[in-house]
């Protein structure tokens, strides 16, 4: 089946194809860094962390970034209250951002570019924008002419003469509103105020709006067009919709080839978020004991566009699958003796040892614009079948299907698991404290082998020596098999 996606610019479903054969470019607009990520942030990471991995699964090379937004003036706001920099907030929150996403099992982007660190690219591009008048200073500020360009509005569908100034949350109440010539224009760099940080530009001190740093990262990233640029739905309007109109008026090409957007967290039917104060952070969910894998099967349960409940039963529930796919990855480890298979090595998952009928399955489910919640059913019919026959051998001692039946399905649980970013390990598994465990490095080789199967030769030597770093030692075998032992 061909990978379809749903186009938010397009409004439908429609086939993808990457800018260069099998590649993709994909830009995650990423956190502004000035409080604890919450549960909603988790939701958008671990989202386009698993498009990633599964676009590698089905053989792309990905080039994934993910910005930081690490001045803005909600992180000025925080400095000022605490007595210290927007640096060291930004630093302290940016490391924060790092430890929550770790325990998620949510992998690293290729990069994460910051705001501060693009101050000339941003400069540039403004200045461009300038030069073909959709843009103009006004008094140490410069604002983008939203009606100079003739498409604004056609990824949110929205129209100028329905709009409200100040619909983002992010546009001020402004003095500056003075300087406008039309109420919907936006910020590209703001004048200096006293005692905030500022950069020297050739509109005088100040420092750049929120819009316009993606656009520079972006282009400064990864080119003018890129294959897939995704976010929360909140960031249709103003953000994304702001960003196609600075990039394309600047380059006359498409910023991004399909817009992505996943659905929010709820709670009471509202969004979750730090302005509404319904919030529940990454470290509180953590700190109740909860597992790291329920919360992202919480996630991945339902599909990627559309609204999740943040509700006691949800979690309970996803809690409790959590175990049936649990027990299912420790089959292997549990029965593999008493059925005969030998040493069980969890690294050997290969799709061609596994069942192939259900792992086509499962791609043919999620090629349907990433439906994650739709493939996690062939894991959880292949869970509950290893969940009945563990239990009939624990009690009777005999299975109802034979030895290696139950070997290439448990291949097939084990390598769908690891798409999905789920690991299980039995305690007796556990590594040491400060040692990598059994299911980060099985994570980890399981990526090294996708890039090696794109290619991606460069990415492979650094997931080697990642992994040589912590004492772990690859040994490549003939037919593709790697195999490890701690050096």
Not at 137 to 163: C, I, M, N, T, W
Not at 164 to 186: L, M, N, T, Y
Not at 394 to 406: C, D, R, S
Request: overall charge negative; proline content about 4%; hydrophobic content about 40%.
């Amino acid at each position: 089946m061909t990978l379809t996606l749903y186009n938010s610019l397009t409004r439908q479903k429609q086939a993808f194809e990457s800018l260069e054969p099998r590649k993709v470019q994909l830009y995650c607009c990423g956190m502004t860094v000035y409080d604890y990520c919450h549960l909603g942030h988790a939701r958008t990471c671990l989202v386009w962390d698993v498009v990633r991995r599964y676009l590698q699964w089905r053989g792309y090379a990905v080039q994934y970034i993910q910005n930081f937004t690490d001045i803005d003036d909600k992180i000025l706001r925080r400095a000022r209250e605490e007595g210290v920099s927007m640096g060291e907030i930004s630093e302290r929150f940016i490391a924060a951002y790092f430890e929550d996403m770790d325990r998620l099992g949510i992998g690293r982007a290729d990069a994460y570019p910051r705001a501060t660190h693009f101050l000339d690219g941003i400069q540039r591009l403004i200045a461009e924008l300038e030069q073909k008048e959709v843009a103009y200073a006004a008094a140490g500020d410069v604002y983008y002419a939203v009606r100079q360009f003739p498409d604004y509005g056609k990824l949110s569908g929205r129209k100028l003469e329905d709009l409200q100034a100040g619909a983002s949350g992010r546009v001020e109440i402004e003095p500056e509103a003075v300087k406008k010539r039309d109420p919907f224009d936006f910020a590209l760099w703001k004048a200096a105020k006293p005692e905030e940080p500022s950069w020297e530009s050739p509109w005088g001190p100040g420092r750049p709006g929120w819009h316009i740093e993606c656009s520079a990262m972006v282009r400064d990233r990864l080119g003018e067009t890129i294959d897939i640029h995704v976010g929360g739905s909140d960031l249709i309007f103003p953000h994304h919709e702001n960003e196609i109109a600075q990039s394309e008026a600047a380059t006359g090409k498409p910023l991004a080839r399909y817009w992505l957007h996943n659905g929010m967290v709820k709670v009471g039917g509202e969004k979750m978020s730090k302005s509404l104060g319904n919030f529940t952070t990454i470290r509180d969910l953590l700190a109740r004991d909860l597992d790291p894998m329920a919360i992202r099967l919480f996630i991945l349960q339902a599909h990627y566009r559309k609204p999740v409940d943040f509700t006691a039963e949800a979690l309970a529930a996803a809690t409790n699958g959590w175990q049936t796919l649990k027990d299912g990855l420790l089959f292997g480890h549990e029965q593999g003796a008493a059925l005969g298979w030998g040493e069980v090595d969890p690294n050997l998952t290969p799709a061609e040892q596994a069942d192939n009928a259900a792992i086509a399955r499962f791609n043919t489910i999620v090629d349907d614009d990433f439906n994650f919640s739709g493939g996690l059913a062939v894991l959880f019919d292949l869970a509950k079948t290893l969940q009945k026959e563990g239990n009939l051998l624990v009690h009777t001692g005999k299975a109802t299907q034979g030895a290696l039946e139950l070997q290439s399905l448990w291949r097939s649980l084990v390598t769908l698991a690891n798409v999905l970013g789920f690991h299980a390990e039995s305690e007796a598994a556990a590594a040491p404290t400060g040692q990598l465990s059994e299911a980060a490095i099985e994570d980890l080789i399981a990526q090294r082998a996708a890039a090696r199967k794109v290619k991606n030769f460069a990415e492979s030597d650094r997931l080697r020596d990642e992994l040589q770093a912590q004492g772990i030692v690859l040994v490549d075998k003939p037919g593709g098999v790697t195999t490890w032992h701690r050096g």
